[in-house]
């Protein structure tokens, strides 16, 4: 936003230009897809000529004179109209640089929700990344687990048949005991 007023000021102090050197009377080339205008003012602060890359109408003009002139600051903003502005005050007469700075609202706000989606998605890739990595880390503690499990189903049948025998052995034994 001060990118706008700092250029509105070198225009007012000529260092790049005025619209009487420009080939077409308007703002020099390179301000051309900026936003600003020059409120030309006459010794009794009353509007005498408003040029630049955008149009406002007199009495939007008027406004802004009275506005800037009651605030009586060199530069600021002018919320309720969207407008920042810079004032050089001349011998005979005084000029009003203005941008609008809206635009760059709407930029910002857009650059804001374009960062938002970029974070959404960052995120959400750094979620599949690490659920993808922590299944390939798991996997061998899962595979051991899964062998663990296995090796005592297999210690437990391979227990449960001599105890099987032995029991059986003991129970026909005390048969025999008690049949004597």
Known sequence: MYADLKMADRMLHNEYGTPENSPNGDIPFRF???PITIIELDENDSLKEVYGNFTIDNELAETIINKV??????EGLLHSESIIYTVKEGEDAGRIAISDFSYEYRYLS????NLLIVLLLT?????LISIILARRVTKPVENAWNQ???FLSDASHELKTPLTVVLANNLY???EKGND
Request: aromatic residues 12%; positive net charge.
């Open 69 to 74: 002139l009651a605030a009586g600051e060199k």
């Open 123 to 127: 995120i959400l890739v750094f979620l």
């Open 148 to 150: 663990q499990r296995q």
């Open 32 to 34: 051309r897809n900026r």
């Open 173 to 175: 034994t005390s048969k």
């Open 110 to 113: 857009q650059f804001a929700f």
